[in-house]
């Protein structure tokens, strides 16, 4: 397939090409937009070097358990159960995530509207935000599954047309997040370069990917490379923490062997300057809930009452 001239990710390619540096800032905002916000100075360098932000106990326990309280509900919902936006693991009936859960829950939605949380999104991308995806991982005791290493921005470049690298991800653990229930694991330092990967998109791919990734998988002498320079970083918390990775943060999860579930709530903001435009895979664009294209304007801020932060 023919590159296009406005395509500057290039990937799912037929040989496997050099990885290189990514064209954007990490910080889109400059001087009092940069500097007025709820990150210091010291958390914006930090997110700028690795590519994420941890907070422990953000939101507190009370507001946790209302939506601990939502999960138990959807889990038994069948109206939740027979969407297409909800995804059981692969040969289970256990749910693996469910997308669109800001249009699902009037709670959620009002999380990402928080203003902290968006001031924040304001500093980090430069400019207002709408919800590019939302789902919750569930990751169930002893059948979760893992989430092979991937850049979260090399999917939705491909699959969903996103142009420029402008979109973070808030991702606030519903469970605690312990070495044993497979954590988030991230590579400090990924997102300043770009790895193109090999593989051409069938239609419709997300019907088997996000049950198993198989397209966007950097190579192992790739991956092995980059984590050999950067480590890895596998952040844990009680639940109520938050994780803020950068679009092009290289990620991945282990199965979950423990009892116990490692529910997290992700949540992603896009630019409103960055657009969804024809898929760079050329295949046709995937459906609102992975990509949304119908609510693109600028999310205002909603005081949310019932959500204590503590971070
Ligand atoms: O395809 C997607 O959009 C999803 N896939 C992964 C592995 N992470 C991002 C997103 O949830
Ligand atoms: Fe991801």
Redesign the pocket.
């Known amino acids: 397939m023919e590159t296009r001239a406005d395509d500057f990710y290039p990937t799912r390619l037929e040989r496997p090409s050099q990885a290189f540096e990514r064209l954007e800032p990490v910080i889109h905002s400059t001087g009092a937009d940069r500097t007025q916000g709820p990150l210091s100075e010291s958390e914006l360098a930090q997110y700028e070097r690795d590519g994420f932000l941890v907070f422990n106990n953000f939101l507190d326990a009370e507001t946790v358990r209302r939506f601990q309280q939502d999960l138990r509900a959807y889990e038994r919902d069948d109206n939740v159960l027979r969407s297409e936006g909800t995804i059981t693991e692969p040969g289970k009936q256990e749910i693996r995530s469910i997308f669109g859960i800001h249009e699902l829950s009037p709670r959620f939605d009002r999380l990402t509207r928080d203003p902290k949380i968006l001031d924040m999104v304001h500093q980090l991308l430069g400019s207002d935000a709408y919800i590019h ?1 939302s ?1 919750i991982n569930f990751k169930p005791g002893f059948h979760g599954k893992g ?1 092979d290493w ?1 850049s ?1 921005f090399e ?2 470049h491909a ?1 969903d047309g996103m142009p420029r690298m402008r979109a973070v991800s808030f991702s606030i653990a519903l469970t605690d997040n312990t070495p044993f229930n497979g954590p988030l694991m991230l590579v400090p330092g990924s997102h300043k370069t770009f790895v193109p990967c090999v593989g051409r998109t069938p239609e419709d791919n ?1 019907q088997s ?2 049950k198993k ?1 198989e397209l966007g998988v950097p190579n192992e002498r790739d991956l092995g490379r980059i984590v050999d320079q950067h480590g890895i970083k596998a952040p844990t918390g009680p639940a109520g923490s938050l994780i803020i990775f950068e679009c092009n943060t290289l990620h991945a999860s282990n199965a979950n062997m423990s009892p116990w579930p490692r529910s997290n709530l992700f949540f992603v903001y896009n630019s409103v300057e960055n657009q969804l435009e024809q898929p760079f895979c050329g295949n046709k664009p995937r459906p609102d809930f ?1 990509g949304n294209r119908s609510a693109t304007e600028a999310l205002q801020p909603v005081n949310t009452g019932d959500l204590q932060r503590t971070g």
């Open positions: 995806q789902r989430f991937h979260d999917t939705w699959e997300y990917s996000l990734q992975l």
